[in-house]
């Protein structure tokens, strides 16, 4: 930040050009209407969308593949699939509207049951990984991207469905992806075997849209005219080598110079760091001459429990300034009113990946122009808004045009596992709309057989028994290899269990405020073994107490989550049970658990250097332990980890003590060449 402790914000930053969306499109604007409408109906018809209705449809009745472009919040996944539904189309069978988001999944089904007055999960449902709230009669059906994925292992032609809405496409996360080819290969051999025709529509916040659109045989266009109105952007003059002490200064300049009503949109990268931020300014708030007026600070992030996601929908009290602190969750899939700044701080944490050695990542990293420009049109929805960027026009200048879609930096074992599930022969050909490089295809095919899962005939990569096993989890690889491995360590209720809690969100509840008391009522359940075992005692003591929420509030155990782990577990088990697999408890013997996730998560595995770091042997990568792991103190000698954190340094999160003879006898012949890799 500028030594000027607080010079006002035109001093620090530097006006760009004023930024307008869509507004070069003609005709579909609405005339703005002031106050928010009280009936839901009444909402309905003042969305931008309502007055392209009519066309809408029409052009939608003729076409098989459509690309639909709209601001966020103009309508598009909330209205067109009613829209289709009213005017009859698809009636046969089932819309299905794909969404890359859990949250967006359930909450806009949610609004769209409300909307039609009907009862969720009857003619309007959703889906999501363990949770499945559709019946015969649902006729709209939100659902990830990963479920649909999985349905279509059953039935590669979609039957059920007449009509695909894949949304969100600029997110571009992975099944996003891998679905745009089995949606576009479903779609082909439904009209080549003369079967009912599948209506693909792809929709989208972001202007770039001809790779949708030539992907999917050339189809049209249609833009969508959003409300977008006038934003000042603002860039530093200075380059800020400190983005969240620049994040501070910011919020508090335009809390004291603008109107109380005007609600702040702040982008940061995780959890941690909104948290922390959170609760300074809160402090600093509260220190703050009364000429200020209050300021009411909400967090929003992902793993964030749901109640308290919608939180950020609730105005601030009379008076009080409302400031969002989020993640890029607020970029497109989530609709906040009210907001006037976006203080951007030009980061967001996503995967990255090196294909030579197999590692996958999280990093806090730049954001692309088209994501600066997303969040940027935040502040315009109601009225003109200000965005200030935390970086120089310079550096925006060197910012990368689009993000990478994530098939392009993640690992992809579990693709191409599900790939080969789908009955797709040729996996290293997939017609992918942006092919992923050879070499981490390569890569995937190779940890794929590490794990056993598939094996090579000459070009050929097929699936095994094993691996064919693996997929009917809707687990990673190394974590349906673990539960599968499991019956022969005895121990596969607390595998189970395991798993479960690594697949929910965080079941523990930090609040920064009360670090004492987390510390002094965890230290029961703390295990020296590692954070898989602790988490299993934590997971052992909610039931023995029946998920008392009581006990829960005390212990900082967050209940909902907790709840959710036992619906997967309970899901994961009846696959076992579907299996034949034997279903043991180890009881108190934690070795055999230890012993069996150091079989399937050997690819996972770190061993400490003579300086005190780690190394982890697949990549040979300096890692470290994460802060928040219970053996953050200390130093065991080998352990497998659950992911890796990027910030300052390389971090294993969710760590579990093994003995260096079971990653050998786990796999022997992978040990030895990376052995010999680390002499030479
Ligand atoms: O998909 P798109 O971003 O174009 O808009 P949408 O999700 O269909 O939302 C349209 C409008 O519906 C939003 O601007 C909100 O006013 C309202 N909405 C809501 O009130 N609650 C929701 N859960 C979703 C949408
Ligand atoms: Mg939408």
């Not at 449809?57 to 829209?83: C, D, F, M, W």
Request: hydrophobic fraction near 40%.
């Amino acid at each position: 930040m500028p030594q000027d402790p607080d010079p006002p914000p035109a001093k620090r930053f530097k006006p760009g050009s004023p930024f307008f969306r869509l507004d070069k499109k003609p005709g579909m604007l609405l005339p703005r209407t002031g106050q928010a409408p009280v009936s839901v109906d009444a909402q309905r018809r003042q969305l931008p969308i309502y007055q392209a209705k009519t066309q809408l449809i029409n052009q939608l009745r003729q076409l098989h593949n459509a690309v639909i472009i709209g601001e966020t919040g103009s309508g598009k996944t909330t209205q067109i699939p009613q829209y289709l539904y009213e005017a009859g189309i698809g009636r046969q069978g089932i819309i299905a509207v794909t969404q890359p988001r859990r949250v967006a999944a359930i909450s806009l089904s949610s609004r769209v049951a409300e909307e039609k007055r009907v009862q969720l999960g009857k003619i309007v449902g959703y889906t999501v990984r363990f949770e499945d709230v559709t019946s015969s009669e649902t006729k709209l059906k939100f659902m990830t991207d990963g479920m649909l994925l999985r349905e279509a292992i059953g039935d590669p032609l979609l039957l059920r469905y007449t009509v695909v809405i894949l949304d969100e496409a600029h997110e571009r996360t992975v099944h996003t992806d891998v679905l745009f080819g089995v949606v576009k290969s479903a779609q082909r051999k439904r009209a080549e075997q003369n079967k009912v025709p599948l209506k693909v529509l792809v929709m989208s916040a972001t202007m770039d849209v001809d790779l949708f659109s030539q992907y999917f045989n050339n189809s049209p266009v249609l833009y969508l005219e959003g409300r977008q109105h006038a934003i000042q952007i603002y860039y530093t003059k200075q380059r800020q080598s400190d983005y969240l002490q620049a994040a501070l200064v910011s919020v508090f300049q335009i809390h004291q110079e603008a109107p109380a009503s005007h609600d702040i949109l702040v982008f940061l990268t995780g959890q941690e760091e909104i948290e922390a931020l959170a609760r300074t300014c809160r402090d600093i708030a509260k220190h703050l001459p009364d000429t200020c007026g209050p300021m009411t600070v909400i967090p929003l992030y992902a793993s964030l429990p749901q109640a308290q996601q919608f939180r950020v929908f609730q105005p601030a009290p009379k008076g009080s300034r409302k400031v969002i602190l989020s993640t890029n969750i607020a970029e497109t899939s989530i609709t906040i009113s009210g907001i006037k700044y976006i203080i951007d701080t030009g980061m967001v944490k996503a995967k990255r990946f090196n294909p030579d050695s197999g590692l996958e990542v999280l990093a806090v990293q730049r954001v692309s122009k088209a994501q600066a420009w997303q969040r940027a049109g935040r502040a315009g929805r109601e009225d003109a808004g200000s965005c200030y960027r935390l970086y120089t026009e310079e550096e925006f200048d060197n910012f990368a045009n689009m993000t990478v879609p994530e098939i392009q930096r993640c690992n992809l074992a579990s693709v191409v596992l599900q790939l080969l599930a789908l009955g797709v022969s040729d996996v290293l050909n997939f017609d992918f709309m942006s092919k992923p490089s050879p070499e981490s295809m390569r890569t995937a095919v190779e940890q794929l057989n590490i794990l056993g899962a598939v094996d090579r005939k000459d070009e050929k990569v097929l699936l095994t028994p094993l691996g064919k096993k693996m997929a009917s989890f809707p687990l990673e690889p190394r974590f349906s290899k673990t539960l599968l491995i499991s019956p022969d360590f005895s121990c596969t209720e607390e595998i189970l269990t395991i798993i479960s809690l690594l697949s929910v969100d965080s079941v523990l509840y930090n609040p920064p405020a009360r670090r004492d008391d987390v510390l002094a009522v965890r230290k029961k359940f703390i295990s020296s073994e590692g954070d898989h075992i602790t988490l299993l005692s934590i997971y052992r003591a909610f039931k023995k107490v029946n998920g008392n929420k009581e006990w829960c509030r005390e212990n900082f155990v967050n209940s909902r989550n907790m709840g959710l782990v036992s619906e997967v577990r309970g899901q994961l088990r009846d696959i076992c049970i579907k299996m034949n697999m034997k279903l043991e408890s180890s009881q108190s013997d934690i070795a055999n658990i230890r012993r069996c996730l150091a079989h399937g998560m050997f690819m996972n595995a770190a061993q400490l250097q003579l300086d005190g770091g780690y190394v982890a042997l697949d990549t040979q990568q300096a890692v470290a332990i994460h802060p928040s792991s219970v053996l953050f103190q200390a130093k065991p000698a080998y352990v497998v980890f659950n992911e890796l954190l990027h910030t300052s340094r390389c971090y294993m999160r969710d760590l579990c003590l093994v003995d260096a003879d079971w990653l050998q006898e786990a796999a022997p012949e992978y040990f030895r060449r990376k052995l010999r890799a680390t002499k030479s």
